[in-house]
């Protein structure tokens, strides 16, 4: 009697005798995998507690549950969000802005005022103000010569002389320098003391002197500054003080009259010499005296002014005496600095002059 068959187990095919020849695996013959249980050994132990059974969940279900959000953290979530998008807006704006105006540091423009040799043009202005106001019909291509020096070429050295008379310029000092806008022209106001002579039978000579003012056109070129033209005479008259001129302050009576001793006693010293004031000036002030040029007459008036407990104002006019008969009046500005002696004496000391 043969043996049961094993259910599933393919049949042998006529003529064979022998069993059947394995056929692929179920799952190849069906398409699907059986399932395989894992198994996983308890950190416990075989006596561990079983842990919590799962429900099952209904089809369509999620797998998590959800809780209802607070109201604070709907407002925060909300706020933060918020903040976030304002400062992108923000900084969109700023950066479009600046695209369109971009913030540039200011730099420093130099124009050709800022640039214009001031120093240079004082000192051609000065030699060629000499030069023009200096002639001698006796030796007249002399003044051709020097006025050639600062006088742009191709110009008329004569500069407006008719080469008669003569006149020397002594000194000359330099004063404002305007500057055109364009920046390469100017006029320097130059003020020169001039000697005039007269004919006196066949000798020349010397009358009376006086200041003229001279406006001195120059212009400036890629090697040097040069005269441009000849130059006009300015007025120089007497002008009024300005109203706005500091005050000298509240006068200090009292101290007034407790110096005054000793204030003729400074200005005594200081027309004699350094060793006299260095006696009555004040600890670390250095006096330099007029090295008995002229002589104190009398110190016509004295005033010292409010102030600190330590250093105050105060003016001095001065009589002084000169060569001879001479005698010349002075107004000065000076510094008091009060000291204390080691016996707790106190004074007050000139510190500075001016």
């Keep these: ?37 894992l198994r996983q050994r308890s950190p416990h132990g075989a006596h561990a507690a079983p842990g919590p059974v799962r429900e099952v969940l209904e089809p369509g279900q999620a797998p998590w549950s959800t809780e209802p959000e607070s109201s604070f953290s709907t407002w925060a979530r909300r706020f ?3 903040l976030v998008v304002a400062v992108l807006l923000l900084a969109a ?3 479009i802005r600046s695209w369109i105006s971009p913030n540039r540091t200011p730099e420093t423009v130099v124009t050709g005022q800022n640039s214009f040799p001031a120093d240079e043009s004082r000192a051609i202005a000065t030699r060629y103000a000499i030069s023009y106001l200096t002639w001698d019909e006796q030796t007249p291509d002399a003044r051709a010569a020097q006025v050639r020096l600062d006088l742009a070429a191709g110009l008329d050295t004569r500069a407006g002389w008719n080469g008669r008379g003569k006149q020397a310029a002594m000194i000359a ?5 305007k500057i055109d806008p364009g920046g390469v022209a100017a006029v320097v106001d130059v003020r020169v003391r001039v000697q005039t002579y007269f004919l006196k039978g066949r000798v020349w000579t010397p009358g009376a002197s006086s200041w003229q003012r001279l406006s001195v056109p120059v212009a400036r070129t890629a090697a040097r500054v040069v005269a441009s033209g000849a130059p006009t005479f300015v007025p120089d008259g007497p002008a009024p003080l300005p109203e706005n001129l500091p005050e000298s302050g509240v006068p200090d009576d009292d101290l007034t009259a407790a110096t005054l001793k000793d204030a003729e006693a ?7 010499s350094d060793n006299k004031v260095a006696a009555v000036t004040a600890p670390g002030a250095t006096i330099r005296s007029l090295g008995g040029a002229v002589k104190l007459e009398k110190l016509k008036d004295w005033q010292v002014y409010t102030g600190n407990d330590d250093e105050r104002r ?8 000169g060569a001879g008969d001479t005698a010349l009046d002075q107004t000065y500005t000076l510094t008091l600095r009060r000291t204390v002696a080691t016996d707790g004496a106190q004074r007050w000391q000139v510190a500075a002059v001016g």
């Excluded at 003529?15 to 059986?34: C, K, L, M, S, V």
């Excluded at 105060?314 to 005496?321: E, G, I, L, N």
């Design 173 to 177: 000092y330099p004063g404002e320098v």
């Design 80 to 82: 933060f969000r918020g």
């Design 93 to 95: 704006i700023s950066g």
């Design 1 to 37: 009697m043969a043996p049961p068959r094993r259910p599933g187990a393919p049949q042998p095919g006529p003529g064979q005798t022998g069993p059947a020849p394995a056929g692929p695996p179920p799952e190849q013959r069906t398409g699907q995998r059986p399932p395989e249980r």
């Design 314 to 321: 105060a003016t001095a006019a001065v009589t002084w005496d």
């Design 266 to 272: 400074f200005f005594s010293a200081y027309a004699e």
